[in-house]
């Protein structure tokens, strides 16, 4: 799968360069405006949270912050869904929603695994609790440094690093509170008919094809 994505990777790079070469010699655009991208700062700063992100992940740090997730819930759905929804959101806000999604996708499946109750119960909340985190701060998501960017280009003040946490503080707290009174009655209950019976191997799997 990884190499797959890879290929996939690598291929879109081809395309987009042989279109902006396509548009220089065309004339649509000159010199300066085909490799103006290079050096945008928002391009540069994206960048900048695929490195952060895959460093950490590298560096096994998303794990640790997993395996601690796991080891302080215990058995308690409560205890789990804070710690898992606000751990998130951290991450969302420095690393980006995608990154600290799939980080805990796995982590989040055995412990739901271990606590004999639904993934689907808990993998919801991770995704809400995920993408609230992502207006914590500028590095949360692409659309957050987009948006600043043109309101810069448009006169007006960009927004600070932590600027956007006054909308995303009380959305992450208001996500927390409507799943921990009503997740139980609202979240689907969904069994899986592919997960194994013996889960030894079952982590090593997920963090494959995550």
């Known amino acids: 799968m990884r190499r797959s994505q890879s290929l996939l990777g690598l291929i879109g790079l081809i395309l987009v360069i042989f279109g902006a070469l396509a548009l220089y010699f065309t004339g649509v655009l000159d010199a300066h405006e085909t490799l103006a991208g290079l050096?945008?700062?928002?391009?540069?700063?994206?960048?900048?949270?695929?490195?952060?992100?895959?460093?950490?992940?590298?560096?096994?740090?998303?794990?640790?912050?997993?395996?601690?997730?796991?080891?302080?819930?215990?058995?308690?759905?409560?205890?789990?869904?804070?710690?898992?929804?606000?751990?998130?959101?951290?991450?969302?806000?420095?690393?980006?929603?995608?990154?600290?999604?799939?980080?805990?996708?796995?982590?989040?499946?055995?412990?739901?695994?271990?606590?004999?109750?639904?993934?689907?119960?808990l993998l919801i909340p991770l995704a809400f609790g995920s993408s609230a985190g992502a207006l914590l701060t500028l590095a949360g998501g692409t659309v957050n440094v987009v948006i600043s960017r043109t309101a810069e280009e448009a006169g007006l003040r960009p927004f600070g690093f932590f600027e956007l946490a006054g909308a995303g503080i009380p959305l992450v707290i208001g996500i927390l509170v409507i799943t921990l009174l009503l997740g139980d009655k609202l979240l689907p209950d969904r069994a899986s008919n592919t997960l194994p019976t013996d889960f030894s191997a079952h982590a090593t799997t997920l963090v494959e094809q995550y």
Do not use: H, N, Y
């Not at 960048?47 to 601690?68: C, M, N, R, Y």
């Not at 819930?73 to 991450?91: C, D, E, F, H, K």
């Not at 806000?93 to 996708?105: E, F, R, S």
């Open 39 to 121: 050096g945008d700062p928002v391009v540069v700063f994206i960048a900048g949270l695929f490195v952060v992100s895959a460093g950490l992940e590298a560096t096994g740090v998303t794990t640790w912050a997993g395996q601690l997730l796991v080891k302080k819930a215990g058995t308690s759905r409560t205890r789990l869904i804070v710690l898992m929804m606000l751990l998130v959101a951290v991450m969302s806000g420095l690393i980006g929603l995608i990154g600290a999604t799939a980080a805990l996708v796995p982590v989040v499946i055995i412990a739901a695994m271990r606590m004999g109750r639904s993934p689907s119960k």
